[in-house]
């Protein structure tokens, strides 16, 4: 995704972790955390996370356990 003053990668990954586990780059990462889909669009409303139109967060909800960008169950003709 890119954006004036930069860019951000995304990433979703489907696994168990611990975050307290985790490695984070100080200068990259400010906050980490696990969140439903209504807390992240809450978060978005409140400015607490990067503000993404919840529409793209929607997407990758629908996106989640599925192959490639098609929704094989649309018929197309």
């Given at each position: 995704?890119?954006?004036?003053?930069?860019?951000?990668?995304?990433?979703?990954i489907?696994?168990?972790?611990?975050?307290?586990?985790?490695?984070?780059?100080?200068?990259?990462?400010?906050?980490?955390?696990?969140?439903?889909?209504?807390?992240?669009?809450?978060?978005?409303?409140?400015?607490?996370?990067?503000?993404?139109?919840?529409?793209?967060?929607?997407?990758?909800?629908?996106?989640?356990?599925?192959?490639?960008?098609?929704?094989?169950?649309?018929?197309?003709?």
């Open positions: 995704m890119n954006f004036n003053n930069g860019f951000d990668d995304i990433y979703l489907e696994q168990d972790v611990d975050i307290n586990e985790l490695s984070l780059q100080y200068e990259e990462v400010q906050k980490v955390k696990w969140a439903s889909k209504e807390e992240i669009f809450s978060m978005i409303d409140s400015g607490e996370f990067i503000p993404y139109y919840q529409s793209l967060i929607q997407l990758f909800f629908d996106a989640r356990k599925k192959y490639g960008a098609i929704n094989e169950n649309e018929h197309i003709l």
